[in-house]
């Protein structure tokens, strides 16, 4: 990487992973640790360990192999520490947590999780393993703290195929993608501040999703089907009543009759909206919302349920004519602008895992057991985790809007670069240590 790069990571790196090194118990994995996500940070095409390796440790790809494949360390402390840092950086009311997944395409049959399943990035169902994220962000800069591996019905009920995979028995047990993102959820939340949950209609769609987020007091906005049911917000709901012969009747009824999110939705007036400014000019769109209650009560019939809680529903109207709709439990009082902004806030996590897989190489492991996925992946969000700290903490050190171009500073290609904070003109400076 040359001698301006060597004495860059020198100066920059170790002082920002020192407290991860301490949760690595011998002194090999201390030593390959900061090696690996040195190499998840260079400017290598593949981060494979075959090309990794010959990037940052020419002639030991067996070893560095064997800390990821083999090595007995745990992931949850450092995950936890990346946590604790992403929330100083990012964290408070004004920051979001973004629950989604995001799959990695594969062509074989063995990696542990592959099958063919739903993937967003592909838009089809295609074959992948889909590891489920939750990413912090503020102001659009994203910084995902969590990926967890899925593990589809092909391999829940298939023991032989986990134990040749090395699936740990605790995980072992089939679970929704919405239950292991709570479970993330409820780690994570521990460490990091944030105001709103937000989430698209694989999940929000899930009325026990949506309960369980209010169940823990959180503030959420979620992607919803068009036919969700609703009620009105003054709906009332009384006891049914009494019969003269006959069995009794069971549940209460409602003054009103349920309508879908499209129903509602038709019959309120739509606005234009600029939701976000961008350099290639504005990104709007038409919305509209209304204030009801969801239908994800107590269940009367099938399909049928009783009025909940009270959530604004929301439409948007997209290029084309297409819509989308989504339901968040803020506070009536809310401005419509204001839940435009936080709906489309989503979209952050989108970026985060494209730089997870294109900066720092999430989808080049080549291996096939859980553990050295669950290892190369921890490290992908520690690598994405440096690099966003070098973004928004170093701009004396290195520069650069994009990660491509803070990779390529450490890497000594670029000179290094000063940015006047009032004018924003760029004035290079010889590289130097």
């Known amino acids: 990487m040359g001698h301006h790069a060597s004495l860059r990571w020198k100066r920059l790196f170790p002082?920002?992973?020192?407290?991860?090194?301490?949760?690595?118990?011998?002194?090999?994995?201390?030593?390959?640790?900061?090696?690996?996500?040195?190499?998840?940070?260079?400017?290598a095409h593949r981060k494979s360990i075959a090309p990794l390796a010959e990037r940052v440790a020419p002639g030991q790809a067996d070893q560095l192999q064997n800390f990821i494949t083999d090595g007995p360390w745990k992931m949850a402390p450092l995950l936890r520490l990346l946590a604790q840092q992403a929330n100083k950086l990012l964290g408070g009311k004004k920051a979001v947590l973004i629950i989604d997944d995001t799959c990695l395409t594969k062509f074989g049959k063995h990696s542990v999780g592959v099958a063919r399943q739903c993937s967003g990035q592909v838009g089809k169902v295609t074959n992948c393993?889909?590891?489920?994220?939750?990413?912090?962000?503020?102001?659009?800069?994203?910084?995902?703290?969590?990926?967890?591996?899925?593990?589809?019905?092909?391999?829940t009920e298939d023991p032989a195929r986990r134990q040749r995979?090395?699936?740990?028995?605790a995980n072992t047990v089939p679970q929704t993608k919405w239950a292991l993102a709570l479970e993330e959820l409820d780690r994570v939340r521990k460490d990091v501040d944030f105001g709103v949950v937000l989430?698209?209609?694989?999940?929000?769609?899930?009325?026990?999703?949506r309960k369980a987020l209010s169940r823990r007091g959180l503030l959420w906005s979620v992607g919803i089907v068009k036919t969700q049911k609703v009620y009105p917000e003054d709906v009332r709901v009384t006891p049914a009543p009494?019969?003269?012969r006959g069995r009794p009747p069971k549940y209460p009824v409602t003054s009103v009759e349920r309508q879908t999110v499209e129903q509602v939705l038709s019959t309120v007036p739509w606005q234009k909206i600029v939701w976000r400014q961008e350099s290639k000019g504005p990104l709007q769109g038409r919305f509209a919302a209304a204030f009801v209650r969801i239908a994800h009560g107590v269940r009367?019939?099938?399909?049928v349920h009783l009025p909940r809680e009270e959530v604004w529903i929301l439409g948007e109207e997209r290029a084309g004519g297409e819509k989308k709709y989504s339901a968040c439990n803020l506070l009536p009082s809310t401005p419509l602008t204001t839940l435009v902004e936080i709906m489309n806030r989503r979209w952050a996590c989108e970026h985060a895992h494209r730089e997870l897989k294109q900066e720092v190489g999430l989808s080049h492991f080549e291996g096939r057991a859980w553990q050295g996925l669950c290892h190369h992946a921890t490290l992908c969000l520690l690598a994405l985790g440096f690099l966003q700290s070098l973004r928004l903490t170093q701009r004396d050190e290195v520069f650069g809007a994009t990660f491509p171009a803070i990779r390529e500073e450490l890497a000594g290609a670029l000179p290094r670069s000063v940015v006047c904070p009032r004018c924003l003109v760029v004035a290079a400076h010889p590289a130097g240590p």
């Open 15 to 43: 002082t920002w992973f020192a407290p991860f090194l301490s949760c690595f118990r011998h002194q090999a994995q201390r030593r390959w640790a900061p090696v690996y996500i040195r190499g998840l940070c260079s400017t």
């Open 129 to 155: 393993q889909c590891l489920v994220s939750l990413t912090l962000a503020k102001d659009e800069l994203p910084i995902p703290l969590a990926l967890r591996l899925f593990l589809p019905s092909e391999w």
């Open 165 to 169: 995979a090395g699936v740990p028995p």
């Open 199 to 209: 989430a698209d209609a694989g999940y929000g769609n899930n009325a026990d999703f």
């Open 242 to 244: 009494q019969r003269a």
């Open 300 to 303: 009367t019939a099938p399909g």
